[in-house]
């Protein structure tokens, strides 16, 4: 059984910074691994993932502030976000994408709350 399992989630003020975390388990094969949100009244949208090898995607949003790393030896995933502001406010989903089936994983979300 896929599980994919984030934390790191909370109430931040503007400009302050969170790490989220992605662990996942009883995935085999090799994984794009990443970032969706989705805002109250608004479309889940990606936010960042990353390749098995490295390379390194970017939607607008968050492009300069945050940024997507993977554990070396296991499918874990992580978000370092700066410079928060109110629009980040969202609940933050982990995803994994198998690079050959496109066979696809959510985690449950985590809340990311922006406020003074």
């Known amino acids: 059984q896929v599980q994919l399992v984030e934390s790191g989630g909370g109430l931040v003020q503007p400009g302050g910074s969170l790490v989220l975390s992605c662990k996942a388990s009883?995935?085999?094969?090799?994984?794009?691994m990443g970032w969706y949100r989705q805002a109250p009244g608004k479309q889940r949208e990606l936010v960042a993932s990353?390749?098995?090898?490295?390379?390194?995607y970017y939607a607008g949003a968050g492009e300069g502030r945050f940024t997507v790393s993977r554990g070396s030896a296991d499918n874990s995933v992580y978000l370092q976000m700066n410079n928060l502001n109110f629009e980040d406010t969202a609940v933050y989903y982990c995803?994994?994408?198998?690079?050959?089936?496109?066979?696809?994983?959510w985690g449950q979300g985590t809340q990311v709350t922006v406020s003074a």
């Open positions: 995803h994994a994408l198998h690079i050959l089936t496109s066979t696809q994983y």
């Open positions: 009883g995935m085999s094969g090799m994984y794009n």
């Open positions: 990353m390749t098995p090898g490295g390379a390194r």
